[in-house]
Nanobody
Framework: QVQFVESGGGLVRPGGSLRLSCTTS????????MAWYRQPPGAARELVASITAAGGTDVALDVKGRFTISRDNAKKVVDLQMRSLKPEDSAVYYC?????????WGQGTQVTVSS
């Protein structure tokens, strides 16, 4: 069965960096458009960044220039490098395909940006 396992979250101060990883299994990653999403407290889940099978990327305007998505098909991993983090980046971060499939949501990884 398909599994996406997110890791790398934590508590970081404003201006800091984190690198999130999504490890996939039971899934033909190399053909998929993958994405990172986040859900802030009390808010809806939103798209953060996506990457096509060919490596083309797209990021949300509020993270542009700070977040970078990448993939390693051989390792079956999709990463999200986050820099210059702000308190408003605090959320649970998830990976999924784009558009997302309900059954593919994992547990997510919590990112908290606070001084």
């Amino acid at each position: 069965q398909v599994q996406f396992v997110e890791s790398g979250g934590g508590l970081v101060r404003p201006g800091g960096s984190l690198r999130l990883s999504c490890t996939t299994s039971g899934f033909a990653l190399k053909w998929a458009v993958m994405a990172w999403y986040r859900q802030p407290p009390g808010a809806a889940r939103e798209l953060v960044a996506s990457i096509t099978a060919a490596g083309g990327t797209d990021v949300a305007l509020d993270v542009k220039g700070r977040f970078t998505i990448s993939r390693d098909n051989a390792k079956k991993v999709v990463d999200l490098q986050m820099r210059s983090l702000k308190p408003e980046d605090s959320a649970v971060y998830y990976c999924n395909i784009r558009p997302p499939r309900e059954s593919y949501w994992g547990q997510g990884t919590q990112v908290t940006v606070s001084s």
